[in-house]
């Protein structure tokens, strides 16, 4: 389902490389994908930011649960969000962060990732927390780290982003309830390039969503896509109507190769998320975008910060799923227990 250009080869992801983020007693050692997990676990993860939100919410932001673990971020590509939040969310368990400046770090110089990751090893890290444009980096790694260091996924090519897709599970929990069952959630874009939509994909399969459709033009839909249990729309009029969720996409111009689209002011006049087209999704829809949005490319500014956006909602609840998946990690028994094999 991973469009060609950028399909991971089995050597970096593996043909169950889902079950390696498991250890022996089912909890999560590493987070690299959705895809493979329980409802329950999803579920668990959800509840378990909830708690994070509410400390979140209070004067003074800490809990000493990670306190004495090391987690390093090292982001190869550009992210503002996500690697704030993750750092935010490392700092308020008490954890010592370390933010590797990959453009002023020896990578510059041509040390290869498996080196620099040794380097943070000797420095006694506990987890990674990997941003990198090539799909399967983040399982790549997870397979080479020493027993007992973490790997979270922050976004690998445009494989998966899956704390963005618990994130936005939060979000839609914490407007819509807890059953997904009764929602029709529409997912705009380029989904062909979208680490995040495929994540939400497998998350909203997986918490059992009524009806997940997808819209896009035929240049943007990914092949193989009609085995993922979602329902696929090219005219936006169409697959926006009763809409309880409306995600939408950036153009990941970065990942694309040729001309796959008219151009951006074509693209708005079909598929931009007007004040107009909002109106035929359900009347207390919500409007979502992991970010960065692009104003008047895939929405138009008064939606974007008009009533049913819960964009800004999104990177708060951002913090506390990532401390809430970091907590699960780190805080696992056989953590503390043993020096647990990979
Ligand atoms: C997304 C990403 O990097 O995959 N942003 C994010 O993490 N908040 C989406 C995007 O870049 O368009």
């Not at 998320?273 to 919500?286: C, G, N, P, V, W």
Request: with cysteine; hydrophobic share 40%; proline share 3%.
């Amino acid at each position: 389902m991973v469009n060609k250009a950028s399909r991971p080869t089995d050597s970096l992801i593996g043909h169950d490389a889902w079950n390696i983020q498991l250890d022996k007693n089912g909890q999560l050692k590493h987070f690299l994908t959705v895809e493979g997990l329980s409802t329950e676990l999803l579920t668990n993860i959800l509840d378990t930011a909830e708690s994070f939100a509410n400390i979140n919410e209070q004067r003074v932001k800490k809990v000493p649960l990670l306190r004495g673990k090391t987690i390093a971020n090292l982001f190869f590509e550009a992210s503002t969000r996500t690697r704030n939040t993750f750092e935010l969310a490392a700092k308020r368990l008490s954890a010592d962060v370390l933010n590797v400046n990959i453009s002023t770090s020896a990578t510059s110089k041509g040390e290869t990732l498996m080196d620099t990751l040794q380097n943070l090893q000797a420095m006694q890290c506990d987890m990674f927390v990997v941003r990198h444009n090539a799909s399967g980096a983040a399982h790549y790694i997870a397979n080479r780290v020493a027993p007992g260091i973490s790997v979270i996924n922050a976004g690998d090519g445009s494989h998966a982003h899956p704390t963005q897709a618990m994130l936005d599970m939060f979000t839609i929990r914490r407007n819509k309830g807890h059953d997904f069952g009764r929602l029709r959630v529409a997912i705009v874009g380029d989904v062909l390039h979208s680490r995040v939509a495929r994540s939400q994909i497998h998350a909203l399969n997986i918490l059992n969503t009524g009806n997940v459709r997808v819209i896009a033009p035929k240049t943007l839909i990914p092949a193989g896509i009609d085995d993922m249990g979602v329902e696929v729309f090219n005219n936006m009029e169409e697959g926006i109507r009763d809409a309880d969720v409306v995600i939408m996409l950036r153009l990941q111009k970065e990942r694309m190769q040729g001309a796959l689209l008219p151009s951006e002011q074509e693209y708005f006049q079909m598929y931009g998320l007007t004040e107009k087209r909002l109106s035929l999704a359900k009347a207390d829809a919500i409007v979502m975008h992991p970010g960065p949005i692009n104003r008047g490319v895939e929405i138009e500014s008064s939606v974007a910060d008009g009533s049913q956006s819960v964009i800004l909602e999104q990177v708060t609840n951002g913090i506390s799923v990532r401390m809430a998946v970091m907590s699960m990690v780190l805080g696992r028994e056989s953590e503390t227990s043993e020096g647990e094999q990979a």
